[in-house]
């Protein structure tokens, strides 16, 4: 069919327009309809979805780290504070070429390794626009700087923050320990909602034994931003709880009396309240500055601390194993008592030399030829080790090791710090569990003056000092004192750990043996003669000389000067007073002392004469306001 | 002088008191404008500057509107071969020395800049209809290879600069006013299996740019690159998903007034648009565009003679493909391309050329034929 439409048709050609148009428009509805299809699919069945995460385009959640708790001594002198202080901080997803910042960085503000190693671990972990900190402690001068770069560097900012800082240095680093960066895996232990926003925690010491107290609860803001991150305004804020204040049973007067006495030279005196077992005073000589560790200490610094050969990282009050020597001797003369083994009448011929029936070997006085016949008060006094070699011998090892660990002799005292060692007690069954040896005879003769396996921490000495002092009643060594919830909030005492009942049966008993503890200080022929004149109030006290080395020979060598025997020697000393009702139980230990009365025991004298100066402590801490 | 003050005065008057306008559709327009400018107010932070200037825009299109619709269609068709002319001509001497970034669109012409390719959003179906007016209709091969270079030099042109986007609409024209004059069905057919045929081959050609494939791959998965190609589609969804039934309310939305959503005064209006008034005011806004579609429809149908019919028509669908590419764009079924929401995006001469293009309908009513055809 050909047909040529070569002439138009208006007609037909409007009708065919007319049907064309409507076709287009139904298709154009159709199509329009399909459109508004789309639409209910997002707005209507996805409708959750978009609304969540349009908002998680705009709102922010920053942390609000909490502020640190503060620590005080016991009169409210300030022992650890926060004060402000500059990090650098980056946004990661802000930066286009992070390896070329950081070198570029680097030239404007020091990056030690430490500081990037740590840096690409938290990287590593951050989450989405979380800003991480790359330096902390920025000093004026490299804000400065930093801040004339800044156009430089985005997505790096300079972010002020709250640094942990101990005004006492190094006066308190063995008790407060230190705060430092939380490692990872610390990361992985912690509740991530309590420790959101915070970079520091306790490390060791008060510090960690009470991070719980001293942290707080961080809060948050939630912030509304732009497409720039740019925070806009704040929808909503939870302000952080600050951490609890926490007042040490510590004395800064009696600690700091007692770290200068030891003048450098490495040692350790704990002061202890035997009525409550608060702890007045805890001293390692060497200490070190915990600001060190604030803020990350660097690699020369550690080295230097680690290699330094007194060991000013060792907290020796808590962790130093010393044989206990002669300050033994009162524990046992009052265990021949209660046990029924001596009467304070008994006498005892020291001549110098002691010998087991068959041996060859002789077990010596301090003195060459003895001191002759003396009873229990003259041999504490006098420090006589015939004596108490025969009255280890007549307890015998087991009665003794179990006399002596009702002081706390073998175990921690429980004292509110981590990490302390338990020191030994030795008994056959310590002996043959750990070495796998029978006893011997000679070491029960040994251990009766405190020589041998027996090793003890300065403070378990303490302890069991105080023990003595408070008649058989074990207070578990407490620092902390009380707890505040704020500035001017009221100190809310903690309760002391409950006391153990005295096992004392006889308390004439106890006052034979603190007798001869004050024949030491105040006797003619007492081993620290001399060291109560001047004080008020009497003192019981005890030396303790012990050996470093053990004898290569039985001679005695009178030439040595007290140069050459403080080498050979630890001096030890522990004191209680008022001898009559005491309030204050001390024990010092010099590493290298010639002789416990004239090495050690002065220190202690140091120690009590600030104690004494306050005259009176008070059982609950003063209502003295902190300053500040 | 005088005289011609008064001529002028006389014919301004004659515009305001006697307007030859269809009031449905000018009203439709009109409430279509606020619409815009409410959106836009939002959408620019309640910027004054903005604001002023598009409403400045919206007048200026106004008054072309009331100008060209007192030109008698019969002037425009015997214009028609020069109007294309000199804005291919345009187009032209762009591809040389225009200016824009990354992309030459833009002509300097000292007093304002225009974009050429604009001009041919009107004068290409002008172009078509004024040929397939003289032709016996429906149109035969020769004729489709005729309309088929009218509409290929110009668009590719425009596609060159690149401006996809515009060429898509160009060539939409051209095509509508194809479709209007009866083209045969199966001829539409054989056109179009051709196409679906050419589209791998012309994907793989060097005339698609690059970044215009990544747009089409990242339709399919924008979360692939969620911060860079992807970006505008997520942030778009985002957007238009939050909004929900009733929206968040005007200058509430948070995915503009923060600025994740980006080019939110242009391109990516709606996304605004339905972020603040909900899935309701998409629906009634929707609804207003089929409206005037329609009505440009039924003004087309009721022409007086072929070249209007299909000039008339062919822009009334094109405005349609204007709504569904940027609706299409915004909601993420279809490629990121630079289509504006006629009369509520932000821009300068889509307004004032849409606003023409009313004109030119406004025309066509007025000069309808008098007498029905059926009668």
Redesign the interface.
């Known amino acids: 069919m050909l047909r040529r439409p070569a002439l138009k048709d208006p007609r037909r050609e409007h009708a065919s327009f007319r049907a064309r148009a409507w076709i287009g428009y139904a298709l154009i509805l159709l199509a329009l309809a399909g459109l508004l299809a789309r639409f209910v699919w997002l707005q209507v069945v996805q409708h959750q979805e978009f609304v969540t995460r349009a908002n998680a385009n705009r709102i922010r959640l920053v942390y609000l780290p909490p502020p640190r708790g503060l620590i005080y001594d016991r009169n409210g002198v300030l022992l650890a504070d926060n004060v402000p202080a500059y990090r650098l901080e980056v946004v990661p997803e802000r930066v286009p070429h992070m390896q070329a910042m950081l070198q570029q960085l680097a030239q404007v503000v020091p990056l030690s390794a430490e500081d990037l190693r740590r840096f690409r671990d938290e990287l590593a972990q951050h989450r989405p626009f979380q800003s991480v900190p790359l330096r902390l402690k920025l000093s004026e001068d490299e804000i400065a700087r930093f801040a004339i770069n800044q156009w430089r560097f985005p997505g790096v900012a300079v972010v002020p923050y709250l640094m942990r800082n101990y005004p006492q240095g190094k006066l308190f680093a063995h008790v407060l320990g230190y705060v430092g960066r939380i490692d990872e895996s610390e990361q992985t232990r912690l509740d991530p909602e309590l420790y959101a926003g915070t970079l520091q925690i306790g490390k060791s010491g008060i510090e960690r034994q009470y991070e719980g107290l001293l942290h707080g609860k961080p809060g948050y803001e939630l912030v509304e931003v732009n497409v720039d991150q740019r925070p806009l305004r704040v929808l909503e804020r939870v302000p952080p709880t600050p951490g609890r204040n926490l007042y040490l049973s510590i004395d800064a007067r009696l600690q700091k009396a007692g770290e200068a006495a030891f003048a450098g030279r490495p040692g350790a005196a704990v002061a202890i309240d035997p009525r409550n077992g608060q702890v007045l005073a805890l001293v390692s000589v060497p200490s070190y500055d915990p600001n060190l560790f604030v803020s990350g200490i660097s690699d020369a610094d550690y080295r230097a601390l680690l290699d330094d050969p007194d060991k000013p990282l060792l907290n020796r009050a808590l962790r130093g194993l010393y044989p206990p020597g002669s300050t033994v001797k009162p524990y046992l003369a009052l265990g021949g008592l209660e046990l029924g083994l001596r009467t304070p009448q008994d006498t005892v011929d020291s001549t110098g030399e002691f010998y087991l029936p068959g041996q060859k070997r002789g077990y010596r006085d301090d003195q060459r030829g003895g001191v002759g016949r003396v009873a229990m008060v003259q041999a504490i006094e006098q420090s006589v080790n015939t004596y108490f070699y025969k009255l280890a011998l007549d307890m015998g090892i087991d009665r003794l090791a179990a006399w002596m660990s009702q002081f706390g002799f073998g175990r921690p005292s429980g004292i509110d710090l981590p990490a302390e060692a338990s020191g030994v007690l030795p008994s056959p069954a310590w002996k043959r569990a750990t070495f796998h040896q029978p006893w011997y005879l000679g070491e029960t003769v040994i251990a009766g003056i405190g020589q041998g396996y027996w090793v003890v921490t300065p403070l378990q000495l303490a302890h069991a000092l105080a023990t003595l002092a408070d008649h058989g009643v074990a207070h578990a060594p407490r620092l902390l004192l009380a707890e505040q919830s704020g500035m001017g909030a009221p100190r809310v005492p903690v309760a002391p750990a409950p006391a153990t009942p005295s096992f004392a049966t006889s308390v004439p008993d106890w006052d034979t043996v603190v007798q001869g503890m004050v024949g030491v200080v105040n006797g003619d022929k007492g081993t620290a003669r001399g060291l109560g004149v001047g004080f008020p109030y009497p003192i019981a006290g005890k030396t303790g000389t012990a050996e470093r080395y053990s004898r290569t020979t039985s001679a005695y060598d009178t030439h040595l000067t007290n140069a050459q025997l403080a080498e050979r020697h630890r001096a030890l000393f522990e004191c209680f007073t008022p001898a009559d009702d005491p309030r204050i139980a001390v024990v010092v230990v010099l590493e290298h002392g010639a002789w416990g009365g004239s090495a050690a025991a002065p220190i202690a004298r140091r120690i009590l004469d600030a104690w004494a100066r306050e005259r009176d402590l008070p059982d609950t801490p003063l209502t003295k306001a902190p300053p500040g | 002088m005088n005289v011609t003050l008064a001529r002028l005065r006389h014919a301004l008057l004659r515009l305001i008191v006697r307007p030859r306008l269809d009031l449905p559709l000018a009203a439709a327009l009109l409430l279509l404008a606020g619409v815009g400018l409410l959106t836009l107010t939002s959408a620019a932070d309640l910027d004054v500057r903005v604001i002023v200037a598009q409403a400045t825009r919206f007048v200026l299109g106004a008054l072309l509107l009331l100008a060209v619709s007192r030109v008698p269609p019969v002037r425009l068709r015997s214009l028609t071969p020069w109007l294309y002319a000199i804005s291919t001509l345009l187009l032209l001497v762009v591809a040389v020395l225009g200016e824009g970034r990354g992309a030459h669109r833009w002509l300097n012409l000292g007093v304002l800049r225009f974009q050429p390719s604009e001009l041919l959003k009107l004068t290409m179906p002008m172009m078509v209809a004024w040929y397939l007016a003289q ?4 149109p035969r091969w020769r004729d489709m290879a005729v309309v088929g270079l009218l509409i290929a030099v110009p668009a590719v042109l425009i596609a060159k600069q690149p401006d996809l986007g515009t060429a898509l609409l160009v060539a939409a024209a051209g095509v ?1 006013a194809l ?4 083209l045969a069905w199966w001829r539409i057919g054989v056109l179009f299996g051709s196409l679906v045929l050419a589209l791998p081959i012309a994907w793989h050609s060097r005339f698609i740019h690059q970044y215009q494939r990544d747009r089409v791959l990242t339709l399919l998965h924008p979360e692939s690159d969620p911060l860079g190609t992807g970006w505008h589609i997520i ?1 778009s ?9 009733f929206g968040k309310g005007w200058h509430q939305g ?2 503009s007034r ?3 959503l980006p080019e939110h005064t242009t391109d990516f209006i709606f996304a605004v648009f ?1 972020e603040e008034f ?2 309701i005011g ?2 009634l806004l ?1 609804a207003l ?2 409206f005037i ?2 009505r440009c ?1 039924w003004i ?2 009721n022409a007086r ?2 070249y209007s ?2 000039l008339g ?1 062919a822009l009334a ?1 094109s405005f ?1 493909v204007y ?2 590419v940027n ?2 764009m915004i ?1 993420g ?1 279809l490629p990121v391309v630079g289509v504006p929401l006629p009369l509520v995006s932000y821009g300068g001469t889509s307004a004032v050329s849409l606003l023409t293009g009313f004109g030119v309908l406004m025309s066509i009513h007025a000069h309808r034929k008098l007498v029905d ?1 059926r009668v």
């Not at chain 2, 969804?237 to 039934?245: K, L, P």
Request: glycine share 18%; hydrophobic share 50%.
């Open positions: 032709r016996p209709l429906p509508f479709f209007l004059s009866g942030q969804e985002i957007a238009v998903g939050s909004g929900g039934w948070t995915q923060l600025e994740f339905a909900g899935l998409v629906i929707v565009y089929a579609i329609g429809l087309a149908v003679d072929t019919r299909l028509g669908m349609f709504v569904m609706g299409g909601t079924i055809s």
